[in-house]
């Protein structure tokens, strides 16, 4: 592997680590991930007919399907600084817990 440096604004570099740190991706991973998908040939089938396949592929599955029927109050949950969906997680945590 080489070594590569860039530059970039300080929005930029927190908006990659932040989404690195969400997928579970080491910067590296990331930047690789996005520089292969943005690559010409990066939908085509390479030699021997095997396709890469991304990590980050369902990252936003939360396994709920009641998210974007709740967006408006999630949203304003979040303006209001509750995260509700977290929230309620814990709260099933608990009772999971208090049930044991």
Sequence with gaps: MKRTTI????D???RVRHEAARRGLTLSEWTREALEAHLPGAGESPPGGIR??????AAGRSGRSDISERME?????LADGHDILAEEEARATEDRESAA
């Design 73 to 77: 109050e999630l949203l304003a949950g």
């Design 52 to 57: 890469r396949t991304f990590r980050s592929t």
């Design 12 to 14: 930029l570099d927190a």
């Design 7 to 10: 530059k970039v604004d300080d």
